[in-house]
């Protein structure tokens, strides 16, 4: 059904400054950037203000595009992704990248369309109606909240960056009814009010003190506990999460201090380097790894939800910590799920790990952990299939090749295998859709993020059943004119699935669908494609196609041999 805009000439005059022009005044001094979104009747309105902002507007193709692209946008650039949505359907769509960035504490802000004051929730069938639309965001968010008045948004706006800034983030959602987008908001605090204001008074003329919030800073005496735990020590291990991504060079400092193995997991990729010889990467779910932390008597985890999709990608139940736990997170529910801390520090995890650098230097602790490594490396070495070593020598051959170059995955064997195998030289340049919430169709568009929101080369990883979810914004990206690199990895339908469904004898219903011809589709969508089939053509390729000005689709078969003789040669921790 088509739906118009309609004026007459009995219309009321619109305000000299609505809702939705404030709303858009709000989110530039918060420092906000980029806005994804696909305007619709209900949030027209919304974009009145933009042209007066430097704020840049995406257009996705889908309500979940624009989630994923400010999943991937924050992930590469640490700058929050904000999202206009409409009421109702666009909601809907958008639900699974919200989930997904909440299952991976991703900030987002998602701003939507709620139906009229008086119209909301009351059942009549009204354009977009859902039963009960914040009710059921409220889901897939830290909080979802709705401004009844204008005179609520700059309140409700700095709360929800109060949670980005200050706790554990995730996605934040707030509604406005399509009549408050258009009320009048001349009277309402405006960031030109508080600026004027703040240099007399910490509260502006209109009440509103904004806050400067920071994560909690760690108790000095439980920092003091830690160190004295550790003098009785013999074998300790480090596990840095996703939650220390912005921690500086003191990761490494106290990996040395300590003399521990240290894990990383897959959203902490790239905070030791890869050679570093107390790193163990990402092989935690592996035997060899699980050994090394199942045997010791000491184990700090840091930023880290010690989920499955980390610790137990096989889902076989049999991680284990054995020794006396020290957790450090800025959630205070997350440090007793899903194993109870012995210690708990409810901290930054920057100022802890600072912390305990300052505490440590000067001691001398000698736990032999390089050997310890060592040995677990030759373990994992010599349990390296074929196809796991050539995918990895594909990503390996890259990163060494493009440089600053960022992977953002989708759930496909490629990135499986680099979950484990493959070593990011920085933080925030490998992360992908397996962990947490799992979805498919995500590594297309969160790549288009990433590269919007860091301007480094990007390449997505993503497979032929996957990319099928989300395709339609390859256009997006031919339309910005972003030389995304979309590797493509072809095993005809849902190969991780078909391979499941073999392994426990089930009947293989589903898994073997159709493949498009990528070619005649790139094309289509305004991209390039090349079928890769060799080593040096991949090197050519990269040079060329990453300083063009259209995404390009890398074709690749999981069957090729190419990719085996390649893993010939392949080196972990490298």
């Not at 920057?350 to 001691?363: E, H, W």
Request: charged content about 15%.
């Amino acid at each position: 059904m088509t739906q118009t805009l309609q004026t007459s000439s009995s219309a009321p005059a619109t305000p000299s400054l609505t809702c939705g022009e404030l709303l858009v005044q709000w989110l530039e001094y918060y420092g906000v950037e980029t806005v994804f979104g696909i305007p619709g009747v209900h949030t027209v309105e919304l974009y009145r203000g933009l042209p007066n902002t430097k704020i840049r507007h995406v257009t996705p193709r889908h309500e979940q595009g624009a989630g994923f692209m400010a999943d991937g946008y924050y992930r590469a650039s640490g700058k929050v992704g904000v999202c206009f949505i409409i009421t109702g359907p666009g909601m809907t769509n958008i639900m699974t990248a919200m989930a997904q960035a909440l299952a991976d504490s991703i900030p987002m802000l998602v701003i939507s369309s709620v139906n009229k004051v008086a119209d909301t929730g009351s059942g009549e069938g009204h354009l977009h109606e859902l039963h009960d639309q914040q009710g059921m965001v409220s889901k897939v968010a830290l909080t979802s909240k709705t401004i009844w008045q204008p005179e609520s948004l700059p309140k409700v706006i700095a709360e929800a960056f109060a949670l980005f800034n200050g706790a554990r983030p995730g996605p934040v959602h707030i509604q406005l009814p399509i009549d408050v987008i258009t009320a009048d908001a001349s009277h309402v605090a405006k960031p030109s009010d508080y600026l004027n204001n703040f240099v007399k008074n910490s509260t502006d003329a209109h009440g509103l003190t904004l806050p400067q919030v920071m994560r909690p800073l760690p108790n000095p005496a439980q920092l003091d506990l830690i160190v004295e735990s550790l003098k009785a020590a013999k074998n300790p291990v480090i596990l840095y999460g996703g939650g220390c991504v912005d921690v500086d060079h003191d990761a490494q400092t106290l990996a040395e201090l300590i003399d521990a193995p240290t894990f990383l997991t897959i959203n902490a990729k790239g905070l030791l380097p890869p050679s570093h010889p107390l790193s163990l990467g990402s092989n935690q779910s592996l035997e060899a790894g699980r050994a090394v932390i199942a045997e010791a008597d000491w184990v700090l985890a840091i930023g880290t939800e010690l989920g499955e999709t980390d610790y137990d990608v096989f889902f076989n139940g049999q991680f284990k910590i054995n020794g006396m736990l020290i957790r450090i997170d800025c959630d205070a529910q997350q440090l007793q799920r899903p194993f109870r801390a012995d210690i708990a520090v409810l901290s930054d995890a920057q100022m802890a790990v600072s912390g305990l650098c300052s505490r440590l230097k000067g001691q001398v602790l000698n736990n032999q952990a390089v050997s310890r490594v060592n040995e677990a490396k030759q373990a994992l070495l010599a349990g390296m299939t074929p196809d796991f070593a050539g995918q990895n020598a594909l990503l390996q051959l890259i990163r060494d090749e493009v440089k600053d170059v960022i992977f953002v995955g989708d759930s496909t064997q490629p990135v499986y295998s680099g979950n484990l195998g493959f070593e990011a030289l920085a933080t925030r340049r490998w992360f992908n859709s397996s962990t947490g919430f799992g979805t498919l169709g995500y590594g297309l568009p969160a790549a288009i993020g990433a590269m919007i929101g860091s301007n480094s080369p990007v390449v997505s990883l993503i497979g032929d059943g996957g990319i099928q979810f989300t395709i339609a914004e390859l256009i997006c990206a031919a339309e910005l004119e972003l030389p995304l690199i979309v590797l493509l990895w072809n095993n005809q339908g849902y190969g991780e699935i078909r391979r499941y469904m073999e392994e426990g004898g089930l009947p293989l219903i589903g898994v073997n669908i159709k493949t498009p011809n990528f070619e005649p589709l790139a094309a289509g969508f305004g991209a390039g494609y090349r079928r890769i089939t060799a080593k040096q053509q991949l090197l050519d390729a990269l040079k060329e196609d990453i300083k063009g000005k259209q995404p390009i689709i890398y074709e690749v078969d999981e069957a090729d041999d190419f990719l085996i003789e390649m893993g010939k040669t392949f080196t972990c921790f490298s």
